[in-house]
């Protein structure tokens, strides 16, 4: 008896639940912005009218893309465009990681903004912070103290007779 019990219940979950599934199914065949049709039968996904993935599905920006080229010089920026090329995203990841010892999610983030928005390799301007760049009539502070000490070179090298370089 106690047994007969147990399987009643049981089989009266499983029917209510067959119930409210048909029922969910059939207000979602039958709502507005369903996947549905007039009879309420549900169209096949090979049916449906593909949506396009816009940047914001997708996560990608222009922006991203460049800033994640920027950390490759021109041989690893190659390699790596030319694995996505290759269409082995596995490859550019694991060589960006590599290259800019970036993480994995990381990589992958920026190997996803660079296969979306293709960047060709720039050389990166050296930053000069506002003031014009050093020359030979306009040295910079820095370089005085390398001068002085070629200066303390060249006067121990006058120093110097041949006579240093003979083995004894």
């Known amino acids: 008896m ?3 019990v147990i399987l009643l219940f049981v089989l009266s979950i499983a ?3 067959a119930l409210v599934g048909r029922i969910q199914k059939r207000r979602a065949a039958e709502a507005p912005g369903g996947d549905g049709d007039s009879t309420g039968k549900a169209r096949p996904a090979a049916q449906r009218p593909a949506r396009p ?3 914001a599905e997708t996560g990608t920006s222009l922006q991203a893309a460049k800033e994640a080229a920027s950390l490759l010089n021109a041989a690893q920026h190659q390699q790596v465009y030319a694995a996505l090329a290759q269409g082995q995203p596995v ?3 694991k060589l960006y990681a590599q290259f800019t010892g970036a993480g994995i999610r990381a990589s992958g983030a920026a190997i996803q903004n660079m296969a979306a928005h293709p960047q060709p390799y720039v050389r990166p301007i050296p930053e000069t912070d506002g003031k014009p760049a050093p020359s030979a009539e306009n040295p910079t502070p820095a370089a005085k103290p390398d001068e002085l000490q070629e200066e303390e070179i060249s006067k121990w090298a006058q120093q110097l007779r041949p006579e ?3 083995k004894p």
């Open 15 to 17: 029917v209510v639940s």
């Open 164 to 166: 240093d370089f003979l």
């Open 2 to 4: 106690e047994l007969a």
């Open 53 to 55: 993935r816009s940047t």
């Open 91 to 93: 490859k550019a990841l």
